[in-house]
Each structure stands twice: as C-alpha cells, then as structure tokens.
C-alpha cells in the first residue's frame, strides 16, 4: 500500500501499476488541500491521482485534466467571480459530482471509490478520512493576503500566494477528531509493504500522521514502511516542499527527511544525486537505498517502483 | 414594477425596457423554483429574466445561455453523475459565482444586483425573499419517482418529469417564515403601477403571494395592479399553467384567471383571441383589456408593454 500526496505520488502510483498489473494496491491519500470553492468540495490530491492512474492528467501544467476546456472559467471571470483556482470543465463534473454525493449523504471514501470506478481506475483510493481535516498554513511575512503571522487555507498559500511567502507554522484543522476512513487502519496493519510516496513531508504526508492511529499503525510496522525522498540534492522536484521543511526547522535534504520520518520509516529510497549522503541518512537510524527517483517517464517511475519493491 | 416568473416576464421586461428606455424599473422574481444541485444554488427564474435582459438568452430551448457549451455535462455523464438538470458552461458560472457568494454570507438580493450589474442590465431585479422558499408538488399519478401522492420538489415535476404528471396539490415550503426581500414591500407601495407578468399563476405567482405581507400590499394597490393573462385561449403558451389551474380546481382560461388574481388585481389584459369572453372576465369585477398578448417578437412584447403601460 501506499500514502499519497498529490503529483509524485500520482507518478510513483503509476509506476507499481506497471510493475504490478492486475494486483491489489491501496493508496491512502491526503486531504489537507480539500477545500470548499463556489460550494463544491474540491479534493485537489485525490484527483491528481485519479487523473493520473486514469491516464487522463494534464502533463504540462501538473495539475487537471488533459485536453481541458476552460468555458466556465472564461465566464465566471467575466462576472469577475473568483477565479484563482483555475477550474476546467471536465475538472468541474468531477466536483460537481463529488458535491453533489456528498450533499447526498455519501461519504468521502464512497464517493471516491465511485469515481475510480468511472474512470476505470484498479488502484483502491481512499482519503485518510471521511471527516473533514483541513491544512492551515501561518505566514510568517506580510502577504496579499494579510499582514505577517496571518493563519491562511492551504489552497491560499499553495496557489494564491504561489507558495511564495515563508510559513512560520501549520496545523491540520480537524485533525484531532478525525477518525481514519474505513479500510485504512485494517490495510495499514494488513500490507506486505507500506510505500511512502515522494510526497511533501509536511503538508500531504504530515496531514496523513495527524489523523488519530495512522501514527501508531506506522511505528508498529516500521520494518515495512520505505519511504522515497521528495527532497533530491537539496531541493524538492515540485513545490515547496525544501523551503517548507526549512522554514519549519528540519534541514531541507535527504538527511533532514531521514531524521522527521525515523520514528516510523525503516528505509529511505534516496537519488543517485544524494548517493554522497546514505552514510549520514543511515546514521540517523534509516536505512538507505539509492535509486534514480526522478520520474521523468513512466519507465523511471515503473524502474522505481522495482526498486522499492525489491528494497 | 413587475412580478415575475421566468420566460413569459423575461419577455414582458424585454417589451418595458424598450418601451422605457433608462427608466426606474423594478421586477420582483419567484424563487420557489430555486434549487440546490451539486451543491449549487439554481435561481431559474431569476436566471431566465438576467440572460433575457442581458441578450443572451437562448430562444431555441427557451431557457439557458445562447452559444451555449456543455463540456461539464458531458463529462458528468460520463461519470454517471445526475444529469438530469441540464446545466450550459456559461449558465455554470451563474451557479458558481452565486453560490460561492452565498456561501461567503451575501443574501441572495445581493448577488442578484452584483449579477445584474455585471451583465449591464438596468432592472431593478430582486428575489421576493432572501430565505429559502421551495414550491414543492403532490403528484396525483403514480410517476417515475414513485406512487400517486408523492410529494416531490418543483424541478422533479417540472424538469424530470417534464410536467407530464397530474397535480393534487401545490404548497411553498418556508414561506410562512419567509421574509420579504429589501425594497420588495415598498416598492409596492411606491410604484406607480403593478404588472403582473404572463408567468404561471400556481407555481409563479403563487410562491410571491404565499410571502407575509406581499398579497396586502397588492390588495391595497388593486387598482393599480395590471395583470397580463398567461392563458390565452385555454390554454398556456408555455408550460403546465393550464393543466395545472384544472387540476388545482380552477377553470383554465381568462375568467378564470380573473377569478383567482381579483382579489388584488384591479385590470386584466387577455389576447384578442379571448375577446370575446371579456365580458365574463368583467363580471368577476376585473376591469378587462384586450390586445395581442403573445410576445413572438420585441416588437410584439413592446406594443404589449405599451398597451399595459396605457391601460
């Protein structure tokens, strides 16, 4: 099984689909960047995975689906509504539908198990709950949005502010009285092996600890979790993951990723480009593998997939 | 100032507003016909008269946006999403902006000014409340949703079951709580005159009656309120008007028309192909006019507004 964040895992995803064609695999996906917009529930993780296992991702922007249509948007910008948070149109049924399930009473996990059926998809998607858990960023600098020391949603710092302003803290909202989605603890116990997706540490995997029990499931199977670096040579592939790590006092390298996942991951799955630091990263009571992590190709991510398999 | 339904109003403020270029004109709208779908508020009333002032309404279907798209509903078919509501890429944006708006606290008075400011259009539109009022319809037949006396929502009726059903009973759920909008009562007060536009008069004009304090003030204008008869020749031009009056225990056509509105409506115009029931329409203690009623053309719908205006 796998914990999810959004694009990196969205590809790792990808590459033990290829390796392991036909065979059950879970992954436990954040839902720290969930947000309400113009009343529908987007769950921006979720559909990047889904997207993406459904061969249907936007490969130039990272985000959405391919060949998008942008009508709605064009017109909610004529009403000068909000339109930061670029919606496409087929991006929107989805929200539409998920909103509109929702409403229904359904809950997150359902809904989400009737999209990956839609869309064809084999890999059993589940957020890590039904509750609602919400990733608050603190800026720690004067913004658009607000002095410094304003608490902002997620989706304000990560895409209104282009995560260009220094975070001084965050915290997922919820959290606490979140239960696990159904499934999740069962599987956290039950996997032969437990994949930690190159993910941000902070802000898609952070939110999956948060939830009461996952924590613990983790520890108790440390030997089996490994987990693949998001920060290579010092910075992360996408996003803010290197400055985030800093800005919240872990040292931004594999190192520093080695020493926040010690307590549960037993193996770290680093770059050829950080080969130079395994000896430091098992110094802090990690093992380490050193691989091409960067998935540049779905034959990279299916090679890497070998990898952590064999690992 | 005008009471409104959808189509038949939309055209009738199409006719005042040439007839009265730049003039102070202020039109009331049902909302009983609103809806929550995917999580979005649906106005169609308020919709159909914004997209007709604005010149972008559709003339083919008689409801929604021209040049209309539908990548959304495509896409949400695929997903086996309900469909059912045909909701354009353009018509969407209305939903989302107005729902993200109302989400954000604005009263739905609020937003339709916003609406019609961005769409450049003069009237003076508002919702006859800011609180949620459904017009909800007992079936008297057994349907596709179920057996004979269930009650269902309007747009079930009107939409899912394109009106093809008999009707035992009509009521406007949240009305009795209801207030009236800012403005609505003292525009009545104020205006100069009244029109009651062609529009439905149980599922149009009932749910702007059924809020508190809206049928005394028109009882105390009666002599100045004007009402256009939806009926022409038996039967509506456009919808269930006729056979919802039968079933509902009133004769469907301009006297009895006359009969139900008379108690607040001072003047009824009715089309030349009912003139010779004018008569009959007086003896209800209705002042009759008779003109060509139905709106084919601007053209038409502005004699029309003359004839109201002068009567």
Redesign the interface.
Known sequence: MALCGGVGAARMLSGFVRVLPGQDLTAIVNVGDDM??????ISPDLDTVTYTLAGMDNQETGWGVARE?W??????A?????DWFRLG??D???H??R??R??AGATLSAVTSE?CE??GIDVRLSPVTDDELRTRVTLAQASALGPAGLEVGFQDYFVRLQHGVAVRGVRFEGAESARPAPGVLTSLAAAGRIVVCPSNPVVSIGPLLAVPGVLKALTARREDVIAVSPIVAGAALKGPADRLLRELGTEASVVGVARLYAPWVGTLVVDDADAGLSEDVEAEGVRCVVTGTVMTSPERAANLARVVLDA
């Open positions: 309400e917009l113009h009343g529908l529930h249509t009508a709605v948007m064009d017109e909610l004529r009403l000068h509504g909000e149109d087929r929107l049924a989805t539409l539908y909103t509109g929702l409403r999209l839609r869309r």
